[in-house]
């Protein structure tokens, strides 16, 4: 994707061309500012690995195949595969078969930066001798597959275990009517569902699940007999979609304020601030519920909602300047390419300038108050 100037508006429909975690390795990149989600995976290894448990195994001498949708451009991924691939390795081995060779796919929008995401890779970062030196090592093949997983992606009957961690919140698209300001659902003033009308919140929750709905019939196309799905995505405790818990925090409050500073200070109008809206959606555990038992495709082994705790990492709490950097970044991180296309680099730098020093103002509050809610949900074939 490419953007000049401070007028870019990218349409709806072409969210999925450009939408990504932030690239590369520097301060705002997603690579830097994915730690709290790497704590809040650790802390539900033990549920994947229940999951793992529940998997058939086929003959060692078929390839097994691991498939993380929505991998991003970080290490969590990768840590991630290789715990599945040792654990799945274990059992074989626990009833005295050599494993099976293991194919692992990391998928997601064409936009995201693979580049960063293969040079992270162990056996990929140094130069092409030591690769080539360490490849006999490596306990898995590795491949990217491009595109969107509200979609097909692979052959049927192709893949023992589908992992995605993060991702389902984010929608296909920004639901419509809520940028149409002749729309009962026009989310007048803000960038985000929370606190939004019951309008706007009800075509929120219409387009999560016409997405969840789509991703699980083509996983139930995808998957083998005897496969698993295990998948975690921000939810939230209240029955109220316009509620968002922590993502209405992350979003809902100092980056709403922020674009409604550029519009006070002339920088933007206020028909440009609403033409842009974060498409996340974080559901109840019911909404979530019964997108599945209505696509029947699935069982569900597993169904809860686990406390994952706060998306802000700081060495040093007390520090409100840390904290208002931490905020920032992590917004930016997520978001800052939608924001990058709507209104420019120069425009989206002041934007989560004014995240920062609101934050920082803030940061007890904050540190207090934001936490997030994930759905873990794990699914086998019905």
Known sequence: MASKGDNVIVPGTKLEKFLCMKGGRGESSYASNSQAQALHARSMLHLLEETLDGVKLNSPEIPFVVVDLGCSSGTNTINIIEVIVKHISKRYEAVGYEPPEFLAFFSDLPSNDFNTLFQLFPNYGGSMEECLAADSHRSYFVAGVPGSFYRRLFPSRSVDVFHSAFCLHWLSQVPEGVMDRRSTAFNRGRV?????????????????????????????????????????????????????????????????????????????????????????????????????????????????????????????????????????????SVAGVLVDAHIGDRLSQELFLRVERRAESRANELLEQLEFFHIVASLSLA
């Not at 196309?221 to 968002?244: A, I």
């Not at 996340?280 to 169904?303: C, H, M, W």
């Open 192 to 332: 985000f569902i929370h606190g939004a009308g019951e309008a706007t919140a009800g075509a929120y929750k219409k387009q999560f699940q016409a997405d969840l709905a789509g991703f699980l019939r083509a996983r139930a196309t995808e998957m083998k007999r005897g496969g698993s799905m295990f998948l975690v995505c921000l939810g939230r405790t209240s029955v109220d979609p316009s509620d968002q818990g922590g993502a209405g925090i992350l979003f809902g409050t100092h980056f709403q304020d922020a674009w409604d500073d550029l519009v006070q200070e002339g920088l933007i109008s206020d028909e440009k601030r609403d033409a842009f809206n974060i498409p996340v959606y974080a559901p109840s555990l019911q909404e979530f519920k019964e997108v599945v038992e209505a696509n029947g495709s699935f069982t569900i082994d597993r169904l809860q909602v686990v406390k994952g705790g706060s998306p802000l990492v700081v060495s040093h709490p007390d520090d409100p300047a840390e904290v208002g950097r931490a905020m920032a970044n992590s917004c930016k």
